[in-house]
């Protein structure tokens, strides 16, 4: 672990447009901060990429540390997913970094074995509840890699782009390009399946934020089982700047996770075929999208 990190700001704020504002017009981004399963850093010089591993849970719903009770390198990397970053460089106990260790009340998610697939870190075998056992001798600390998870996206990702990483306006990638999603027909059915495609459970919030830039995807509806926002019914045409249409009210959204919520799958099996006509099936829908086919091939995952 780094020693001694500099600030840097978050991945999440880092590809706002300068033209950027949140329209605080709903109680999306008046409400509190944390989602129960969000994560941070902590602890002295710590920054968006590196810190004293912290998780906002519990019965009481608050911040904790993480235990190094089963953490390893697949762990870290999720975690660093969860946060916005490709994975993880380097992690150990906190207790031997210029972090140091936590002061808070609880120690979280000890026993935690993760496949290295996930993209939150509740989504992990975990024991659940607090660690009696732990103390905060037992405090994670992890250095991110700050390439952005999003540095190679393929074709229909998502992410947030916001304050806050389970909050922010939705982005999809096609032809190349990050653009919006408007906001004029989106339910909790929609949100719920973008929430489930970033690793999440379900929306919490819905809201919309402007900034300079194209909205891809104008009209659309999901299916409340659907777990890839790429695969519900788009009715207007993709890969068309909607945003004089759509009055540049682009969606944002919160996003949670609840143990009791439907499991996600990996995101990169959300992504669109870069065929002219391309059909997505679904256990409710079929349909055919068309999409630009001179889109780079490389930019689609190995895997």
Do not use: M
């Not at 010089?45 to 993480?66: M, N, P, Q």
């Not at 992690?91 to 496949?115: I, P, Q």
């Amino acid at each position: 672990l780094d020693p001694s990190p500099s600030l840097d700001p978050s991945p999440l704020t880092r590809s706002l447009p300068n033209t950027f504002c949140f329209c605080l017009t709903k109680a999306l981004l008046l409400a509190a901060a944390e989602n129960v399963g969000d994560l941070r850093f902590a602890g002295n010089g710590a920054k968006s990429s590196a810190g004293r591993l912290e998780i906002f849970l519990g019965a009481d719903y608050e911040w904790g540390t993480v235990s190094h009770g089963g953490f390893d390198q697949k762990s870290a990397n999720v975690a660093c997913r969860q946060l916005g970053y490709e994975g993880a460089k380097s992690f150990g106990l906190a207790k031997n970094s210029s972090f140091g260790v936590g002061d808070s009340w609880w120690t979280f998610l000890n026993d935690s074995r993760c496949t290295g697939d996930e993209l939150h870190l509740l989504r992990c075998h975990w024991s659940a509840g607090p660690c009696a056992r732990c103390d905060h001798s037992d405090d994670i600390a992890i250095e991110c890699s700050t390439v952005a998870l999003w540095a190679v996206p393929y074709e229909g990702q998502v992410r947030l782009i916001g304050p806050y990483p389970s909050k922010g306006v939705v982005e999809v990638y096609l032809k190349s390009e990050w653009g919006g999603v408007c906001s004029d027909n989106a339910t909790f059915t929609e949100t719920n399946s973008i929430c489930r495609q970033l690793g999440y459970t379900n929306a919490n919030g819905i809201d919309y934020g402007t900034y300079g830039g194209i909205i891809w995807i104008n009209s659309y509806h999901c299916e409340e089982s659907q777990e890839c926002f790429t695969n519900c019914y788009h009715y207007s045409e993709i890969g068309k700047d909607w945003a004089q249409e759509c009055s540049a009210r682009y969606l944002a959204v919160s996003c949670e996770f609840l143990s009791e919520g439907p499991v996600s799958t990996y995101s990169t099996n959300c992504q669109w075929d870069l065929s002219t006509n391309v059909t997505v099936t679904s256990s409710f829908l079929t349909t055919t999208l068309v999409l630009d086919p001179t889109t780079s091939s490389s930019l689609l995952p190995s895997s």
